[in-house]
């Protein structure tokens, strides 16, 4: 006798992942369970949920989420609380370098053991909290016009594969303002040598130079850094 499959309990991300195959992707249901690894009858039972509440996809980006679950499933019990986390201390700990949102996570967690979210559900939260935070102003770029020159992020371990020897080097990194066309090289350091040739080779992959070449306030190209008038060094 065959058992009747069981129906599991989804997190949020679970909903937003078939509503976004259903609505956007157009996918079946056999299609979103074998991509998610569901049953049909969960898929089923979570569009029939949505389309009776009245909503249309994609929701706006404030949307609450806990009210989302709570509209889907009201006969859920829901006694227990959950605490979130402060989005804005979230978004300043992630500057910091070697800090990961799992990292947060797993602190935050361990602190508020069963009230804490689930780590798809804390990592959804975040994004829509960004989303209604983050404001923008639209640049307009030329083709060709501008160039962004900067040094990025940690150094990277470049093993020598005659020697084993491993050393650091930075990763410069250059994009046009209109295509974000990109020209990644990795650099022995972020001395002003490395910046020079770096920047030559770019220009002469490029097969051509921008009319502005827009580097950020690093050491190996300024001098004095200053918000209005930055005083570039000679060399470059």
């Given at each position: 006798?065959?058992?009747?499959?069981?129906?599991?309990?989804?997190?949020?991300?679970?909903?937003?992942?078939?509503?976004?195959?259903?609505?956007?992707?157009?996918?079946?249901?056999?299609?979103?369970?074998?991509?998610?690894?569901?049953?049909?009858?969960?898929?089923?039972?979570?569009?029939?949920?949505?389309?009776?509440?009245?909503l249309s996809w994609p929701l706006a980006a404030d949307y609450p989420l806990d009210h989302l679950d709570k509209q889907l499933f009201p006969g859920r019990d829901y006694s227990t609380q959950r605490v979130l986390p402060l989005w804005v201390q979230v978004h300043l700990e992630l500057r910091r370098k070697g800090v990961t949102k799992l990292l947060l996570w797993q602190e935050y967690q361990a602190e508020h053991g069963?009230?804490?979210l689930?780590?798809?559900?804390?990592?959804?939260?975040?994004?829509r909290w960004c989303a209604v935070q983050k404001r923008s102003m639209r640049q307009h770029h030329e083709a060709g016009e501008k160039l962004f020159i900067d040094f990025c992020g940690p150094t990277v371990p470049i093993v020598n594969p005659e020697t084993g020897e491993i050393k650091p080097a930075a990763i410069f990194v250059a994009t046009l303002g209109a295509?974000?066309?990109?020209?990644?090289?990795?650099c022995k350091g972020q001395d002003r040598e490395s910046w020079l040739m770096a920047n030559s080779r770019c220009l002469t992959f490029l097969g051509g130079v921008p009319a502005l070449l827009i580097p950020d306030n690093l050491k190996a190209a300024v001098d004095k850094a200053d918000k209005f008038e930055p005083v570039l060094n000679d060399n470059y």
């Open positions: 006798m065959t058992r009747k499959k069981k129906m599991v309990r989804t997190d949020m991300q679970t909903y937003l992942d078939v509503f976004r195959l259903k609505f956007e992707a157009k996918l079946s249901d056999r299609q979103i369970s074998q991509a998610l690894n569901i049953g049909r009858a969960t898929i089923s039972d979570l569009v029939i949920r949505f389309n009776n509440l009245g069963s009230k804490a689930g780590y798809t559900q804390y990592c959804e939260h975040y994004r295509s974000n066309y990109t020209y990644i090289e990795a």
